[in-house]
């Protein structure tokens, strides 16, 4: 199936559905890993001095409550980026003008769920003793970063993007992803230099692999560029009508 073919199913899928789906592959992305937090919260407040006292009870209610709440947190931390880059498109222009928010949004929403799902699924390999050493985190980049550049694929078979801003389209959404997660990964490298030896390592294995990911975004843009030197030469802007002419304009 085409990248064309995917976006005329993606359209008919309702709004409120892939807002759910998307809030669901959250859950389930970060289901193991935030349960592990979870349950270790207490003694790690009674280490930094906190009363134990005070701390609710970790019942299954509670439990729930805070996954579900992490959930809500991640989809709208997600939405908000979302919208920042639309306007930064527009405001770019970057976009056509008859492009809305939704028309930009439901390709990347739709290939991050679906990451998200995979991403979850893989973080059943936590359940097995011998591989709890899989840096979870190094796995999510991979699978975002394949979300991402899904994502734009469709985003240009959609023919949502303004002839010849290819490159400077894809650019700016690979600087706005890679500059997220090369700031997450220099922030969890800085918290593993107090922790093993295993986890550092894998700490520095994603920094490398956060920056390999714009190597590999630069050698995307030089293609997208001479991609879109073809399309202005096959088919160029119209040159603006010179209405004041006569009025020496």
Do not use: C, W
């Amino acid at each position: 199936m085409n990248s064309t073919k995917v976006m005329q199913v993606l359209k008919k899928i309702p709004k409120i559905l892939l807002f759910l789906l998307l809030l669901l592959s959250l859950y389930l992305k970060n289901y193991l890993l935030m349960d592990e937090i979870i349950r270790d919260m207490p003694q790690a407040m009674v280490e930094f001095g906190f009363d134990a006292s005070l701390m609710p009870e970790m019942t299954s209610a509670v439990i729930a409550f805070m996954h579900i709440f992490n959930a809500l947190f991640m989809l709208a931390v997600f939405e908000l980026i979302l919208y920042l880059a639309y306007n930064t498109f527009t405001r770019r222009r970057l976009l056509y003008p008859n492009i809305s928010k939704d028309e930009f949004a439901l390709p990347v929403r739709a290939m991050f769920t679906l990451g998200n799902v995979v991403a979850g699924l893989f973080s059943l390999i936590y359940l097995i003793p011998k591989l709890d050493i899989v840096s979870f985190g190094l796995a999510t980049f991979v699978f975002d970063s394949i979300a991402f550049i899904l994502a734009f694929a469709l985003i240009q078979a959609d023919k949502l993007i303004v002839k010849g801003a290819l490159k400077p389209s894809f650019s700016l959404f690979a600087r706005t992803y890679g500059g997220i997660y090369l700031a997450l990964a220099i922030f969890s490298l800085l918290g593993a230099l107090e922790t093993t030896r295993s986890e550092l390592i894998m700490q520095i294995v994603k920094l490398i692999l956060v920056l390999a990911f714009f190597l590999a975004s630069g050698l995307i843009q030089a293609r997208l560029a001479e991609k879109d030197k073809t399309d202005l030469q096959n088919d160029p802007p119209e040159e603006p009508k010179e209405i004041f002419k006569g009025f020496g304009f």
